[in-house]
Nanobody
Framework: QVQLVESGGGLVHPGGSLRLSCAAS????????IGWFRQAPGKEREGVSC????????FYADSVKGRFTISRDNAKNTVYLQMNSLRPEDTAIYYC???????????????WGQGTQVTVSS
């Protein structure tokens, strides 16, 4: 069964850190570009970061650049999103998605996880 499962979310104080995981089963994430997205209440879904299939090049939204880092562990079939210097505006449900086309900014992502909640609050 094809599946993406996010984990690692939780409640953290401003300035804190979290590491999100996106674990794939039923397919090899190495063959896909993997993107992280987030959606806060009342806002549209936002692309946060992406790592490409071929050369591992990465993309970051301006809002998280310098604070978030995406990485991939092929042996574990898992992609991570390290989030540092978290701000209240980072509060959202975070989703990972896989694109078989293999590069970032595809026309369509093929698989989506169910999301993990990140809350940044004092």
């Amino acid at each position: 069964q094809v599946q993406l499962v996010e984990s690692g979310g939780g409640l953290v104080h401003p300035g804190g850190s979290l590491r999100l995981s996106c674990a794939a089963s039923g397919f090899t994430l190495e063959d896909n570009a993997i993107g992280w997205f987030r959606q806060a209440p009342g806002k549209e879904r936002e692309g946060v970061s992406c790592i490409s299939r071929r050369d591992g090049s990465t993309f970051y939204a301006d809002s998280v650049k310098g604070r978030f880092t995406i990485s991939r562990d092929n042996a574990k079939n898992t992609v991570y999103l390290q989030m540092n210097s978290l701000r209240p505006e980072d509060t959202a449900i975070y989703y990972c998605a896989a694109a078989a086309v293999g590069h970032c900014h595809p026309d369509e992502y093929n698989y989506w996880g169910q999301g993990t909640q990140v809350t940044v609050s004092s």
